[in-house]
């Protein structure tokens, strides 16, 4: 399979994930993982910053060097990258737009002998977890566009079964129709955009398959073309800005800047003598 490079810079990688694939080495079939496809392109190691479940499509970043890892992964960790999914559900949607803010718990199953190792569930004890939803097209199934603000594991498939919606193939959590394909759910990662390790932001766009387009129908080409120019046009007013600046670059805490040499304008001559005792 070729692999698909949608955005390159010194120390990053976007590339399009096709279904049925991992991202790295875990339970699976014996097969290339995204991650070896990408070390065959760049002809040594990437390091994976960002991973989508193995049923999912679209943008997945890698980080050519270990400044790049670090960076991104900040960026991740700070909630500076901004996502656009596109999932196509069960039932007819009677909503346009809503937020979904519902807590999410992880339940590992490390003795399963097949399956997931973790999954997620609705929960007040879980960690926060806050998806914003647009519908693009009306039917059954109906398209949306969802906004993850959190990055929780299956964040968007379990808040859209918590809603009654659940992603089109995705049994794990309550769907009853047939998937896309072998291992493929109604789920594509369409849109991302990062601050880049270089400097500037990076605005990125991963086209659907034509399975998920067809399976959405009329209209839902038109709608995800409208979203996907909004989304780059973005990258025209963005700033240019300067790329994270790397350990040995950050100012010492407690530092702001250059000293003044004692002497110089704006300060004063040091005393001389014996500094006085306070009593």
Known sequence: MTLRVLDEGPHHLVVQKPADTLVVKGRGPKKPTLLDQ???????????????DRVTTGCCVFAKTRFGQQALSDAFRR???DKRYLALVEGAVSFTKLSVDARLLRVDTPDAKK????????????????????????????????????????????????????IVGDGQYGATSSG???????????????????GGRAFVAAPPPETLLAAAGQGAAEAVAEVTRTFLNKAKKAPA???????????QKGRAGPQKKPGGPGTKAPRRGRPRRRR
């Open 38 to 52: 990408v070390n065959a392109h760049l002809g040594k190691p990437a390091l994976p910053v960002h991973r989508l």
């Open 79 to 81: 909630r500076l990258v």
């Open 115 to 166: 399956g997931p190792l973790a999954t997620q569930t609705v929960d007040d004890q879980g960690q926060r977890a806050l998806t914003h939803l647009r519908r693009l097209t009306p039917g059954d199934p109906a398209l949306l566009l969802c906004h993850p603000v959190t990055g929780r594991m299956h964040q968007i498939r379990v808040h859209l079964a918590h809603v009654g919606h659940p």
């Open 180 to 198: 896309l394909g072998p291992h493929h759910i109604g789920l594509h990662a369409l849109l991302i955009s990062f601050p880049k390790p270089s």
């Open 241 to 251: 800005g300067e790329g994270p600046k790397s350990p040995r670059q950050r100012p």
